[in-house]
């Protein structure tokens, strides 16, 4: 790769009243500092046909010449009243990085030459200088100049790019997750609603089928009494008490009255549990349509019951009844239970609360699921949506659920928040909008999730 010297600058002038071409370039500038003023006009004019130059006779007055515009080199003697070219030297170097020194001296000591050359300077020259050497040590000290910038610049694109291959490379991850996960979630929707449906039907058999089966046993027991109250022979009553005493005659008939109660009870939770099932897979609604959030979440609820109904979980529902929304249920069910799943885990088997909350205002409604766990660690909060990551043990987690939760949020048009304290507790807010097309979804990218830290002390 080659370099080239840094562009000359270009004049804003219009032509001169005598109709020449103005000058379109500007000279690289040159301050020349020395206490001799005999010495500063020989550089001058050894220099002023390729440079613009400039004098001082101090190191203070080069200071201000400074302060006042930018110059491309510095060429100064060493030994001057007041404070030296070697105190020049330092300052430039401090605080104009970009400009170039040459430093001239009448003494000709190596040390004094290899000092100037550490401190920074280009070149150490020995007066009385000649001519092309002096012109050639400016246009090296120029080059280089123009080397130096340009390896800057070099560096500051290429670290710009590696950061836009490293964030392109999460970005892919996360996507290649995403898909994963939403395949593996398609497929289980499709396993649900399938087991749904085909359980859905004999329960629906059993269950019709208790109302006739306690009325027919209803009508035997009926039966049996009016046999019992009838008069029969002695030989025949005497059968019959013991027939009765081999069955457990009335604890039969009391039982057979509370076998039925209790199979209605569970064919009612199976046709819930399919419900359930059915509500959460959604799967006739993959299509952007009206949607109840609340509904969704209760739903959620229910399948999550060994979690959130443990004893030691005290569940609230704080609900503000938002209206409907525009999303796919499904995947905001999907959204839900990786939260729910999460606040409970955080509580773990000591007392504490899941609180979810809901509201809503004129275009957008917010869910906020809180617990009262452990809360997150201040190093883990900036990390907890990226692909993979997880806090949990090994095998016990993919790290892939806030990830996708992330992902199904964005393609909502919405936003994800998280505030954490630790050993308090956790809150994730989900603000969704009221209204979307569907054919405006993933247009844009979405700001990355907000991440509110508060640490106890």
Same mark, same amino acid.
């Given at each position: 790769?080659?370099? *080239?010297?840094?562009?000359?600058?270009?004049?804003?002038?219009?032509?001169?009243?005598?109709?020449?071409?103005?000058?379109? =370039?500007?000279? &690289?500038?040159?301050?020349?500092?020395?206490?001799?003023?005999?010495?500063?006009?020989? $550089?001058?004019?050894?220099?002023? @046909?390729?440079?613009?130059?400039?004098?001082?006779?101090?190191?203070?007055?080069?200071?201000?010449?400074?302060?006042?515009?930018?110059? &491309?080199?510095?060429?100064?003697?060493?030994?001057?009243?007041?404070?030296?070219?070697?105190?020049?030297?330092?300052?430039?170097?401090?605080?104009?990085?970009?400009?170039?020194?040459?430093?001239?001296?009448?003494?000709?000591?190596?040390?004094? %030459? /290899?000092?100037?050359?550490?401190?920074? %300077?280009?070149?150490?020259?020995?007066?009385?200088?000649?001519?092309?050497?002096?012109? /050639?040590?400016?246009?090296?000290?120029?080059? !280089?100049?123009?080397?130096?910038? @340009?390896?800057?610049?070099?560096?500051?694109?290429?670290?710009?790019?590696?950061?836009?291959?490293?964030?392109?490379?999460?970005?892919?991850?996360?996507?290649?997750?995403?898909?994963?996960?939403?395949?593996?979630?398609?497929?289980?929707?499709?396993?649900?609603?399938?087991?749904?449906?085909? =359980?859905? #039907?004999? +329960?629906?058999?059993?269950?019709? @089928?208790?109302?006739?089966?306690?009325?027919?046993?209803?009508?035997?027991?009926?039966?049996? !009494?009016?046999?019992?109250?009838? &008069?029969?022979?002695?030989?025949?009553?005497?059968?019959?008490? *013991?027939?009765?005493?081999?069955?457990?005659?009335?604890?039969?008939?009391?039982?057979?009255?509370?076998?039925?109660?209790?199979?209605?009870?569970?064919?009612? !939770?199976? !046709?819930?549990?399919?419900? @359930?099932?059915?509500?959460?897979?959604?799967?006739?609604?993959?299509?952007?349509?009206? *949607?109840?959030?609340?509904?969704?979440?209760?739903?959620?609820?229910?399948?999550?019951?060994?979690?959130?109904?443990?004893?030691?979980?005290?569940?609230?529902?704080?609900?503000?009844?938002?209206?409907?929304?525009?999303?796919?249920?499904?995947?905001?069910?999907?959204?839900?239970?990786?939260?729910?799943? #999460?606040?409970?885990?955080?509580?773990?088997?000591?007392?504490?609360?899941?609180?979810?909350?809901?509201?809503?205002?004129?275009?957008?409604?917010?869910?906020?699921?809180?617990?009262?766990?452990?809360?997150?660690?201040?190093?883990?909060?900036?990390?907890?949506?990226?692909?993979?990551?997880?806090?949990?043990? =090994?095998?016990?987690?993919?790290? /892939?659920?806030?990830?996708?939760? $992330?992902?199904?949020?964005?393609?909502?048009?919405?936003?994800?928040?998280?505030?954490?304290? +630790?050993?308090?507790?956790?809150?994730?807010?989900?603000?969704?909008?009221?209204?979307? &097309?569907?054919?405006?979804?993933?247009?844009?990218?979405?700001?990355?999730?907000?991440? #509110?830290?508060?640490?106890?002390?």
């Amino acid at each position: 790769m080659s370099f *080239t010297r840094e562009p000359l600058r270009l004049h804003d002038h219009s032509a001169s009243s005598s109709g020449s071409l103005p000058n379109l =370039v500007e000279k &690289e500038r040159i301050l020349i500092v020395d206490d001799s003023p005999v010495v500063r006009r020989a $550089f001058a004019q050894y220099l002023q @046909n390729r440079y613009e130059c400039t004098e001082a006779g101090t190191v203070t007055e080069a200071f201000e010449l400074l302060k006042s515009r930018e110059y &491309e080199l510095v060429i100064t003697d060493v030994i001057m009243p007041g404070m030296s070219g070697i105190e020049l030297l330092r300052r430039v170097v401090e605080r104009y990085p970009t400009t170039a020194v040459v430093v001239v001296s009448g003494v000709d000591r190596p040390q004094r %030459a /290899l000092d100037a050359v550490r401190l920074g %300077a280009f070149d150490y020259l020995i007066k009385p200088c000649d001519a092309g050497l002096l012109e /050639l040590t400016v246009e090296r000290a120029l080059e !280089r100049r123009c080397l130096l910038i @340009n390896a800057v610049t070099y560096k500051r694109d290429l670290e710009e790019r590696n950061e836009e291959l490293v964030r392109g490379k999460a970005q892919l991850e996360r996507l290649q997750a995403q898909i994963i996960q939403s395949e593996k979630m398609a497929s289980i929707g499709q396993l649900a609603a399938g087991i749904a449906h085909e =359980v859905n #039907n004999p +329960v629906g058999f059993v269950h019709g @089928n208790l109302d006739i089966l306690e009325a027919c046993i209803n009508e035997l027991i009926a039966l049996l !009494r009016f046999y019992d109250e009838a &008069e029969l022979p002695l030989p025949v009553t005497a059968a019959a008490e *013991t027939m009765k005493a081999r069955i457990h005659y009335d604890r039969t008939c009391a039982d057979l009255i509370s076998i039925i109660a209790d199979c209605r009870e569970g064919t009612g !939770r199976i !046709r819930d549990i399919v419900q @359930n099932l059915k509500t959460f897979s959604r799967l006739d609604e993959a299509e952007l349509k009206k *949607t109840d959030i609340q509904e969704g979440i209760d739903s959620t609820v229910r399948l999550l019951s060994r979690y959130l109904s443990s004893g030691n979980i005290t569940l609230i529902r704080d609900y503000g009844n938002p209206p409907a929304i525009d999303a796919y249920s499904a995947q905001l069910n999907q959204v839900w239970m990786n939260l729910l799943v #999460n606040a409970a885990q955080a509580v773990g088997s000591g007392q504490g609360e899941v609180r979810i909350a809901t509201r809503a205002d004129d275009t957008n409604v917010t869910i906020s699921i809180s617990d009262t766990g452990k809360g997150i660690e201040a190093s883990a909060l900036t990390k907890i949506f990226d692909p993979f990551f997880t806090t949990k043990p =090994v095998g016990e987690g993919t790290g /892939l659920g806030l990830s996708i939760t $992330f992902g199904i949020v964005e393609r909502h048009g919405g936003k994800i928040d998280v505030r954490s304290e +630790v050993n308090k507790g956790t809150t994730f807010s989900v603000t969704l909008p009221q209204r979307i &097309e569907a054919a405006n979804l993933n247009k844009s990218a979405p700001a990355p999730p907000t991440v #509110n830290q508060k640490y106890a002390i």
